[in-house]
């Protein structure tokens, strides 16, 4: 069982940064490769940004590559996602998931844990 809980949202100008984090439980955390996900009213949950188990590979939407970037610290059972240049189009609800295996990049089907959500609203 993994528990996930996101932090570091909130409202920010069109341009500016956030960095979003998730707190994981469990002894693990290494054997999951983690994504990032988001939800905007009135559209589908998507694909933001993953990042492997050991943290070697990650994987972007197009939509936000060169803006975000995505890290994990085993250690600290943590991963984080840092937003740059940030567009109103970003504005949504943030969800931190893993994956136990499966494929890669994961998908919004493959991940086995969520958590609750942070909202990040982007204003104009």
């Known amino acids: 069982q993994v528990q996930l809980v996101e932090s570091g949202g909130g409202l920010v100008q069109a341009g500016g940064s956030l960095r979003l984090s998730c707190a994981a439980s469990g002894r693990t955390f290494s054997s999951y490769a983690m994504g990032w996900f988001r939800q905007a009213p009135g559209k589908e949950r998507e694909f933001v940004a993953a990042?492997?188990?050991?943290?070697?590979?990650?994987y972007f939407a197009d939509s936000v590559k060169g803006r975000f970037t995505i890290s994990r610290d085993n250690a600290k059972n943590t991963v984080s996602l840092s937003m740059n240049n940030l567009k109103p189009e970003d504005t949504a609800s943030y969800y931190c998931a893993a994956a136990y295996g499966g494929s890669w990049p994961p998908t919004s089907r493959g991940m086995d844990y969520w958590g609750k959500g942070t909202l990040v609203t982007v204003s104009s």
């Open positions: 990042i492997s188990g050991s943290g070697g590979r990650t």
